[in-house]
């Protein structure tokens, strides 16, 4: 079964940072990777997607890449904002079936 | 209204209750999903519908019981649940699964509390 995993849990930087937010895979027989952010009690908001066949995906200031031979998602994020303060969740598809990474909770120091 | 909506948005129900969660979309999508998000623990695909079939249930205790009437509206019908079935429910839209990778878009969620 796949599982997937998020390195760090939590990760507290001061505004300006950039970061990078780790997912990885167990299975690398995945459709697409999709990186989404969660507001507290709120649903997902999508960030980007990748496909399987594609090795990066870029919308202003986050870029995600994908190896999936290693099983290795990255999502990087520039010059942090108060407002990014979210928990951010990786997910890869296969068929029908959706894995979920526990997140990373994230929160920018003004 | 746009995207994926979700009513209600809280709801407390006792042990021995009925009721249902109601999930629509207005992306034009095929495929809708029913998710359950406990603390501290990944987001548990329960069903998926594709063309209004229901295509996966992964092991979900019958007290969950999905319908979906049109390729547009999900229901999640609720009888005598436990207090460990208190979560968050998401729903979810895409266009048809088994055409490739597909962009999930979720609504914002019910909010249940088992009492």
């Known amino acids: 079964k796949q599982e997937v995993t998020q390195i760090p849990a939590a990760l507290s930087v001061p505004e300006g940072e950039n970061l990078v937010l780790n997912c990885s895979f167990t299975d690398s027989a995945i459709y697409n990777l999709q990186w989404f952010r969660q507001d507290p009690g709120k649903g997902l908001t999508s960030l980007l997607l990748i496909q399987s066949s594609q090795r990066e995906q870029t919308s202003g200031r986050l870029n995600a890449s994908l190896d999936k031979s290693s099983g290795r998602s990255t999502l990087y994020i520039a010059a942090s904002q108060p407002g990014d303060s979210a928990t951010y969740l990786c997910a890869v598809s296969v068929g029908n079936q959706f894995y979920f990474g526990t997140g990373t909770s994230l929160t920018v120091i003004p | 209204e746009t995207g994926v909506t979700q009513t209600p948005r809280h709801l407390v129900m006792g042990m021995t209750n009925k009721k249902s969660l109601k999930c629509e979309q207005h992306l034009g999508h095929n495929a809708m999903y029913w998710y359950k998000q406990s603390a501290k623990k990944p987001l548990e695909l329960m069903f998926v519908y594709n063309f209004k079939e229901q295509t996966e249930n992964n092991s979900v205790p019958s007290r969950f019981s999905p319908e979906c009437p049109n390729s547009s509206h999900l229901f999640l019908h609720l009888h005598t649940l436990q207090p460990e079935d208190s979560a968050l429910y998401l729903c979810?839209?895409?266009?048809?699964?088994?055409?490739?990778?597909?962009?999930?878009?979720f609504g914002p969620g019910t909010r249940l509390t088992v009492t």
């Open positions: 979810a839209s895409s266009q048809d699964p088994g055409s490739g990778g597909v962009e999930q878009y």
